[in-house]
């Protein structure tokens, strides 16, 4: 029996693999990648030089974030093509 997780993963490689990068792909990667509650009190933006940008809500978010961006990366990296992130750098702001 194969995992559900794995299963999706391997649909996305699949329906991403031959997509331009845009927001919209990292977007959908980045929530694929840590779930919908990190989605929830985050954005990102992607630079060209392979920098993750992550806005998160509070700090506590932000050193969550911070702790697992090395697997964080490898999801990432997973579904949107090796070296496509090679870091991840994290921020916050307080939402009005």
């Known amino acids: 029996m194969i995992a559900a997780r ?5 649909a996305l490689q699949t329906l ?6 845009s927001k919209g792909k990292v977007s959908l990667a980045w929530s694929a990648s840590v779930g919908r509650t990190i989605d929830r009190v ?8 392979g920098t993750l940008t992550v806005r998160a809500d509070d ?3 932000a050193r969550e974030i911070g702790r697992s961006s090395a697997l964080i990366t ?5 579904l949107l093509g ?3 992130v090679t870091r991840i750098e994290v921020t916050t702001y307080r939402l009005r």
């Open 82 to 84: 090796n070296g496509i």
């Open 59 to 61: 700090r506590h978010w």
């Open 74 to 78: 490898s999801r990432l990296n997973q």
């Open 6 to 10: 794995h299963c999706v993963t391997s």
């Open 16 to 21: 991403l693999r031959d997509q331009p990068l």
């Open 42 to 49: 985050t954005s990102v933006s992607l630079d060209q030089d």
